[in-house]
């Protein structure tokens, strides 16, 4: 029993620190504002979820779970609100006036 | 496995500092930077576990906090201030 959970901790880790590189790769790789955000917002829920669970299967202390599922509830509920407020401000200052120096991005972006 | 995940966010902040640096627009930037401070939380809970010091949790709890706060933050100032005097500065 003590080694499944140790397993399953382990596998619940390891998709959580594919799902960060990923998103990160997206970070640096796609072309837009909107799809950057996107990358950004599947490491903050998903990732965050995957790693948060694998370190409360991890240890056995029930005052130090309680602290990891504070931190969890706190970035699930803090980081949809920022994202939100990003998006909010981006479209209400009209980001696609400021478009201007797109060319060091290294990525050219697609032309719909 | 904790130190695998360790390196793994550590390369991811590292990601998420060069689109800060080179972001082509300010929100680019600020989408970084609130993507290295989660990252930062995540990273404080495995290095407290890696160290066998988990109070390291109490830190990341407040990281969290500061690190919305400051990102509202800085949403309000581009809203009110930035970017209303570089259009000025254009016409």
Redesign the interface.
Known sequence: MDTLIQVSSSILLLIGSFLCLSGGVGILRFPDFYTRMHAVGVTETLATTMILIGLILHNPDFLVDVKLVIILLMTLFISPTASHALANAAIHNDLSKQKNDTSDSGVKPSKP | ??I??TI??L??MI??T??AV???????R???V??FG??T??LI??LG?VMGR?EF??I??VY??I??IS??GV?RY??NFT?KQSEEQKK
């Open positions: 496995m904790l695998a995940a793994a966010i390369v991811v990601m998420a060069i689109r080179m972001g082509p627009t300010l929100y680019d600020v989408l970084a609130n993507m989660t990252k939380v995540l809970s495995l576990f988990p949790l109490d990341a709890i969290a906090l690190n919305f990102v509202i949403l581009s809203d970017l």
